[in-house]
């Protein structure tokens, strides 16, 4: 299906973005991985992704809380594979206080990287999907990108802001043959979610198993996590043709969370 395209995931060393790396190889599309984390294990992905879906995938340590450096990954690939079919803006990071309390670089650091790496990114896709008539950019937006929590100041309006965003982006590109679309995923069960996990078990004294149950019973009315497969058929739902007319809106994959 995706056979010959080229998708760039960014935050794909763990969690969702690395479910939505599987699911985009399952399908045939060459891969670039991008995110932080241990250079022995990345280079395992990375060679497991190549070996068992016959595609090609390379690593970029872009660091995206800096805009130049998302604008050079873009570049980089179009300069590496001579095109860019996909681009999913997924790195992401969390942090929790009340707002009198939220520390300012954080609330800068949690803005930079889950919004403006959005937009250098997409500002610098654009022009190179225009040219091949096609592109699908998917943002990850969150729950809350549509509704908020307490204690999460930053994340809450970084995810708002994706969400209107990914709208302009819709309407900018409409008709071009680039769609651009947010996924909003509930409580799905990555490293980002074990540390709220963690805090509330040590906050509260209690088992992570009983500090999981209270997350999920409190916002997801399925009860279950969503899973980062899910989420990446989700993704490569969207760069499918069954999707070519879906552009500047949002997907929620969250449990029923927004539907109360
Ligand atoms: P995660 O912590 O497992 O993964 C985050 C990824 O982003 C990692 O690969 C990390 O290395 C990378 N990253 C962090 N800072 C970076 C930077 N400066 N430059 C490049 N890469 C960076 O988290 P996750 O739960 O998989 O979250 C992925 C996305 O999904 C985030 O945008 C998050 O807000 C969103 N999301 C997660 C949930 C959830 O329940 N887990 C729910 C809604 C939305």
Redesign the pocket.
Known sequence: MLKGKVAIV??????????IVRELARAGADLVL????DVGEIEAIRRGIERDHDVRAVYD??????GE?VRGLIAATVEKFGRLDILV??????FTAPVEEFPAAKWD?IL???LS?AFHGIAAAVPQMRKQRWGRIVN??????LVASTHKAA?VA??HGLVGLTKVVGLETAGSGVTCNA??????????????IGDIAAQRGISQKEASEELLAEKQPSLQ??S?EQ?GGTVAFLCSGAADQITGTTISV?GGWTAR
């Open positions: 960014t935050g794909s060393t763990s969690g969702i973005g690395l479910g991008n995110g932080f984390g340590g872009a660091d995206m809380s800096k450096a803006n997924n790195a992401g990071i969390q650091a930079s990287i889950n790496a990850i937006a969150s729950t809350h990108g994340y970084a995810k996924v909003c995923p509930g409580w799905v069960r990555t490293p980002l979610v074990e540390k709220q996590f969503a980062p989420l969250d």
